[in-house]
DNA sequence: ATGCCGGGTACGACCCGA
């Protein structure tokens, strides 16, 4: 089974793109950041006629977040609990059956936090802190559970070609790091640092020839309980969608698992 | 290089992204 990331950054302006991909690579599972749409608009009939199942969480403008999938949704939760206040639409869950049981898959855009100064960066700090609580009890369930989606973290030099030029940026600084190194050490594997040691990027800005340079960073992520990494066969970065026509500034992440669907897909649920 | 692109809203500039 496979189970893809993808910043998107726009469901309108990258459709073409993202229809084309999935008509070749036909994943199980594939989740999308940066839908930029609110609910109503996310042209869910070009993913149904392709036998997707389709769940989103967006909103006005910008962020949102999406799960496109060949199973049935068997539950789907919307949004970090921890603040109700909070507009923005940054989380989805859902949950799924494969042979030998479930599988929980939640997809995260998680906070830029730049300019480090203003109100972002602690509200990105925050953010992860609710993070933090919801994983805590997700990996309490001792079940597969796949943490996924733009991270906007740096984890380490290695996954940025300009280490210095980057430190001290929202996605590269001690906060951050500290707070996502807890997050992880409550027992989540970086699935691509558990199968290469090799510089991996996943995000090239659209600026100043970023591509052409290789100018590029690894922000996006699939973060695996004890479960599900067990039944990680491997990781893929398709970097030469970075190439294509009118792409995203991000390329898939691509984890192939072991999990097995249950029979046949079928639509018509919800 | 804290905005050089690119997408959003809305229709002229501004907000947002990493």
Redesign the pocket.
Known sequence: MRIVTW?I?????RLPVITSWLRQEKPEILVLQ?I??VDENFPRESFEELGYNVQTHGQ???NGVAILSLMPFDEVHRGLPGDKNDPQARLIEGVFSHKAGSLRVCNIYL??G??VESE?FPYKLSWMDRLHEFVEQRLQLEEPFILLG?F?LIPEAIDCHNPKGWWGDA?YRPESLEKFRRLTNLGLTDALRATTNAPSYT?W????GAWRKNNG?R?DHLMLSAQATDQLKEIKIPRDVRGWD?PS?HVPVEGEFNFEPVGETVSGFD
Do not use: R, W
């Open positions: 910043n950054n726009g469901i309108k302006a940066e930029k749409s006005k403008g910008f906070p830029n730049n300019p972002k733009d906007n996605l995000f800005d659209f600026q100043a960073i922000i009118k500034d």
